[in-house]
């Protein structure tokens, strides 16, 4: 099934990388999650990360001109292969752009997929959450248990808290999520094709749910 083209939605700590990955990893697709493109702007200091960090810091969403331009040349790099965009399209503005800039290239997303989780359950996963700085590895200290406490089980990383993973940051995320991208939602679902599954339970479990219905 190579050269798909998915879509994954869902609100902040509903698992959206972590099952993004197995998905790509499962289908042979490129994973293009845009909070890691910014993530490693920020770390390397470029005009892109000088651009987006205070917003990312608060829990507000990048600008829509500055995402499009991150879009257009990640989609330029990845060429021919498939994908999973991962946090992308995020308003109805860049669903929009999105759809002419696959349109220029003659490519049709074949599945959105939607992960729905209930706002208080966000909250207690993202305070637990916790990523390597290194490789971008999620774990969780409720759910995901490392060989070393606190250490990256991959690259041996100390692992840190997200900045916007406090909780003010993560209310203010979700408040952002149901008023900006709910209505991306919404722009998929009445064009068909949306599969939605409920992201709660274990992660084997909700990953094994995803390839059912996509099937
Ligand atoms: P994520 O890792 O997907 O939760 O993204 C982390 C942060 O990066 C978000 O809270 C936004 O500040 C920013 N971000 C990522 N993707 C987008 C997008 N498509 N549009 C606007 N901001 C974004």
Redesign the pocket.
């Known amino acids: 099934m190579a050269g798909r083209h998915i879509v994954i939605l869902g609100p ?1 700590g509903s698992g959206k ?1 972590t099952q993004a990955v197995r998905i790509a990893h499962e289908l042979g697709l490129e994973h293009l ?4 493109v ?2 490693r702007a920020v770390a390397n200091k470029t005009p892109l990360g000088e651009k ?1 960090g205070g ?2 810091k608060q ?4 600008p829509d001109e500055v ?1 499009l331009g991150i879009i257009q040349e990640e989609l330029d790099r990845l060429g021919d292969a498939g994908w999973i965009l ?6 109805l503005a ?1 669903a929009e752009a999105l759809d002419g800039q696959l349109e220029e290239r003659a490519v049709k997303i074949d599945t959105v997929l939607l992960i729905e989780v209930d706002p208080d359950e966000i909250v207690a996963r993202l305070t637990a959450r916790r990523i390597c700085p290194s490789c971008n590895m999620v774990y969780n200290l409720a759910t995901i248990s490392t060989r070393e406490p606190g250490m990256c089980d991959k690259c041996g990383e100390k692992l840190v808290s997200r900045p ?1 993973d406090d909780e003010e940051t993560i209310r203010r ?1 979700l408040d952002v999520y149901d008023e900006q991208t709910k209505p991306v939602i919404d722009f998929y679902r009445q064009r068909g094709g949306l599969v939605a599954v409920k992201g709660a339970g274990g992660i084997d479990e909700i990953t094994a749910e995803i390839f059912r219905l996509m099937k």
Do not use: Y
């Open positions: 902040p990388g999650s845009t909070g890691d910014l993530r987006a917003f990312m829990g507000l969403l990048v995402m991962d946090g992308f399209p995020r308003t860049q916007d995320r």
